[in-house]
Every structure is written in C-alpha cells, then in structure tokens.
C-alpha cells in the first residue's frame, strides 16, 4: 500500500498516472502486494523448525532493509505533485467528511478485513473443527490467501471494465452465501472447501474493487488520505473477527454462530453497495 500511494497518487497529486479506465487493475496489482501473508504462511513453520523461532524475524528485517535501500534508489513522487499547504488535522478532517471515505471503509473492512481475519484465524478453525494437523492446515490457509491475492487484481479489473459497484455487490453475494453455507459445517471436501475458496476469491476480488472504488469517486486531491483510513479501517476489520471467533467457540462450543455473523454482515454490505454506494458512484459514470 505504500507503493501504490507514493507509485499512483497522493493527496497533493494533479494529475493521475493512470488514465481512469486502468485505475482499477493499477490499484488491484499494487494491492497483491498482501500475498506476502501466504509466503509467511508457507514458510514460516520452516525456518522455525530449522533455524529457531528469531529466524523469520531475522529475515524479515533483512528484506525490509533491502526494500529501504532499494526505494531510495528508484522510486519517485507522481508527476506533477505539489506540496500540500494545509496542516495534516485540517486535511484529514476535510477527509473524513467525505462520504466516500466512510462507504469505502465499511466495504473495506468486511473484504480486506474479511481476507486478514482469515488468513489469522483459519488454521485454528480447520485444526479444531475438523482435525487437521497444524501444517497441513497452514497449507491450506495458503492456499485460501493464494487464491485472494490472485483475484485482487481481476477485482481492480473488473471494475475498469463494468463498475465497482457491480463487482462489490457480486462478491458480497458470494461471501454471504458461502459464509451462510460453511456455518452450517459441511464436510470439508468439497463442500467446506468450495465455500472457503469461493469465499477467497471474493474477498480478493472485492478488496480490489473497493480501491477501484475509490480511485474513482475520491477527489483527486484527497485520494491519498482517502485510501489511508480506507486501509486502517480494513487492518482493524481483521483484528476484531478472530476475536470474536474465539469467544463464541469458547462459549458455545462452535463456530456457526461466528459465520453466521458474517453471511449476515456480508449480506448488509451488499445493501449499502447498491444503495448508497451506487447513488455516490452514479454521480461520476453511469453503473447502469
């Protein structure tokens, strides 16, 4: 998200690197930048077992320092930005009046924070519910954030070709649906399988068009501190599930009801997408 904020457009950009039928795609490749929670997932138990619990610590710091020296060398501000004059409280107060920030960070928080909760919390779901072994339930959290960071892009796509509103309605569908399937605890192959993976494309695929979403109704001039609350609101959307999770488990002693919370905020997200998403979105192209 760094990049795709300094790379595409700040608050203090002029004139957008992108022309606005690739904003979408642009936004949507930046943002599968979070396909770094699969490596950490595919790796992490590795270096763990080889090299002791500091390791992917270690590592970690290294890649962040080479990320620094390399950023320094190449990357550069957008064309033709100019340095804002107001303070940052002024700025971000003018932000937050905006309605596009908050419909953007409700949408967010279900799809990103929807991906992050799971990428947390889903291992300890497929060991307790169904059984598996730790590593082999790593794996297939893997595979779930594969998958949700390869529909990232396709989202930001789609909604260059036919509108983010439709693709946020399509993919909250799916989630709704899908969560509302998996609270019932289906056998996992396939049924459970299908639900979880339908369920990660369209979490892709949404976070993708949320940031599609904004790049086109976000004054120019605000886009950058837009898609900063935007993307806060979406690392807190995947703190707060996990938690739920694990005090409904304690409690009853399932996960359904935990699920079905989700079908439920999925389906809400679905309303305000076609309705005040849609009537903000109409006043800059047609979604029709």
Same mark, same amino acid.
């Given at each position: ?128 519910? /169904? %059984? =598996?072994?730790?590593?082999?339930? +790593?794996?297939?959290? &893997?595979?779930? *954030? $594969? @998958? ?106 399932? /996960? %359904? =009801?935990?699920?079905?919370?989700? +079908?439920?905020?999925? &389906?809400?997200? *679905? $309303? @305000? ?16």
């Amino acid at each position: 998200m760094l990049v795709y904020a300094s790379a595409w457009v700040s608050e203090t950009v002029r004139v957008p690197v992108f022309a606005s039928h690739r904003r979408g795609l642009a936004v949507g490749i930046f943002g599968a930048g979070m396909g770094g929670t699969a490596i950490s997932a595919l790796t992490t138990v590795g270096l763990v077992e080889s090299g002791g619990p500091a390791t992917p610590f270690v590592i970690t710091a290294i890649a962040l320092a080479l990320y620094a020296i390399v950023s320094w060398l190449v990357l550069r501000d957008a064309p033709g930005r100019s340095v804002a004059e107001r303070s940052l409280i002024a700025r971000l107060a003018a932000t937050v009046r905006l309605p596009i920030t908050w419909q953007a960070c409700l949408l967010y928080a279900v799809a990103f924070g929807g991906y992050v909760a799971f990428s947390v919390y889903l291992p300890a779901y497929l060991q307790t519910g /169904y %059984g =598996l072994e730790q590593a082999d339930a +790593a794996y297939r959290m &893997a595979g779930f *954030v $594969v @998958l949700a960071v390869l529909m990232r892009p396709l989202g930001g796509w789609l909604s260059d070709r036919v509108g983010p509103v439709r693709v946020l309605a399509g993919v909250f569908v799916v989630v709704a649906v899908m969560a509302a399937v998996q609270a019932l605890t289906p056998v996992l192959m396939p049924v459970g399988t299908v639900a979880f993976l339908s369920m990660a494309a369209a979490l892709g695929a949404g976070s993708g068009a949320t940031f599609a979403l904004v790049a086109l109704v976000a004054p120019a001039d605000k886009v950058g501190s837009v898609t900063g609350l935007v993307g806060a609101a979406g690392g807190l959307g995947g703190f707060v599930p996990p938690l739920v999770m694990g005090f409904i488990y304690g409690r009853l002693g399932s /996960y %359904g =009801l935990g699920l079905g919370l989700l +079908a439920l905020t999925a &389906a809400l997200a *679905v $309303v @305000l997408t076609l309705t005040a998403v849609r009537a903000l979105a109409s006043q800059h192209v047609s979604v029709d």
